[in-house]
């Protein structure tokens, strides 16, 4: 889709110093003599402004509404079933659906309530830090199962993942699809070859799958739930608006657990530290706005994305080939091979803050599989991205 075809802003570029954004003040720690303008490439959520149908939407709702406490109506719980299944064939019923504050928190008290204390929890890495966080402390045995990476594919060890779920003490599964940082989008016979396996061992799976509207073009999302029956039987999906329209700072978890014994279990833990189903009162709105409003926004979005994918891999290929991007399957988060460089883990994240006034995500936070890798986020302007494309290309010319 050419740009002045758009209907919807991408191209302003924001300062969200200030404002209290998380990667915008973690930027000016890493690095306080950073130069006016630098934008950083962090943290998972976007340099666009939110779609104006939210934005405006709340205005309304202030005029509307008393802020006190709130429970969802049954237009919020329609627009969240209505959305997954207009979007993925996945049908959903009302009652399997539990909102949190956050999906983190949802998280870490699933691994609660699906596996007891010591007992083991397998995790695909590299992966998402707050997982093996989650896992560890709250004293769960963290069993990793390193995803395969090959020619720059990554993919499933399905003989170890078998071997780790039939030890007597695995209980749950962590599956990220698409999976965060390297982008992958399982394909419906991966998901069935790890469903399967969880099957066969009692293995109960938490599939997180936040960025599951965010798929570049060629490739189509599965949800673990609708590939069978008895896989929606054995799961806990995890979903949000908040990746898909840029808000991650409402807080609103949507999970869904089909099995009765199952929710009562996650909703028994959740009871514990919060309450189930309370959300801040313009959450509820803003999650009822985005998935019934703002579709056109979400396919212009994506046009711009697959544009900045573009942009990235032409810009590396020609300029950088040094440079290895993974195919970013989903998500907007790019995950860059730089270990042809051959830094250790902290003279390369100097290079990138210090030097080149780049601030991804390093690639050794998501576990030791990801030293040497940088996660970056390509949900930005375009002017932002090439200004940092030509950042690296300056401060790499030096070390080649």
């Not at 930027?27 to 666009?48: C, L, Q, R, T, Y």
């Not at 109960?204 to 509207?213: K, M, P, T, W």
């Not at 609708?226 to 999906?237: L, W, Y």
């Not at 697959?306 to 993974?326: A, G, I, S, T, Y």
Request: with cysteine; charged share 25%; net charge negative.
């Amino acid at each position: 889709m050419n740009k002045t075809h758009r209907t919807y802003d991408f191209e302003t570029i924001l300062d969200r110093s200030g404002t209290g954004s998380v990667k915008w003040e973690q930027m000016k720690s890493d690095n306080p003599n950073v130069e006016e303008g630098i934008v950083p490439f962090s943290i998972a959520d976007m340099e666009f402004k939110n779609p104006p149908e939210i934005t405006e939407g709340l205005k309304a709702c202030l005029d509307e509404i008393v802020l006190g406490y709130q429970t969802p109506e049954d237009s919020y719980r329609t627009a969240v079933t209505s959305w997954v299944k207009r979007r993925y064939g996945w049908e959903a019923r009302p009652e399997w659906l539990i909102n949190t504050i956050g999906v983190i928190n949802a998280f870490c008290c699933g691994i609660r309530a699906f596996a007891g204390e010591g007992e083991g929890v397998i995790l695909m890495t590299p992966v998402y830090p707050p997982f093996a966080e989650g896992i560890c402390k709250n004293g769960r045995k963290l069993y990793r199962c390193p995803l395969i990476c090959q020619d720059g594919t990554y993919t499933i060890n399905f003989t170890l993942l078998e071997q780790l779920a039939e030890k007597p003490d695995c209980r749950l599964l962590i599956l990220c699809n698409p999976h965060n940082p390297v982008g992958r989008v399982w394909t419906r016979e991966e998901l069935m070859r790890v469903g399967e396996i969880c099957l066969k061992n009692n293995v109960f799976v938490i599939s997180d799958e936040v960025h599951c509207d965010i798929i570049m073009e060629g490739y189509k999302f599965t949800s673990f739930a609708s590939v069978s029956e008895e896989f929606a039987e054995n799961c806990m999906i995890c979903l949000s608006p908040g990746k898909t329209f840029n808000l991650a700072g409402i807080k609103s978890g949507c999970i869904f657990v089909r099995n009765g014994e199952r929710r009562s279990a996650l909703l028994d833990e959740i009871s514990k530290v919060l309450h189930p189903n309370w959300l801040p009162a313009l959450s509820y709105r803003a999650v009822e706005i985005a998935y019934t409003k703002c579709d056109a926004w979400m396919g212009e979005m994506l046009a711009v994305l697959n544009e900045n994918k573009e942009m990235l891999v032409q810009f590396l290929n020609e300029r950088l080939p040094k440079v290895r991007p993974v195919e970013m399957e989903g998500t907007y988060l790019q995950w860059l091979d730089f270990r042809a460089y051959g830094w250790d883990i902290k003279e390369q994240e100097r290079i990138m803050q210090q030097e080149a006034q780049l601030f991804f995500d390093e690639g050794y936070r998501f576990g030791e599989e990801g030293e040497g890798f940088e996660r970056m986020n390509l949900a930005c302007p375009k002017a932002v991205l090439l200004k940092a494309l030509e950042r690296l290309e300056t401060v790499l010319r030096r070390y080649e």
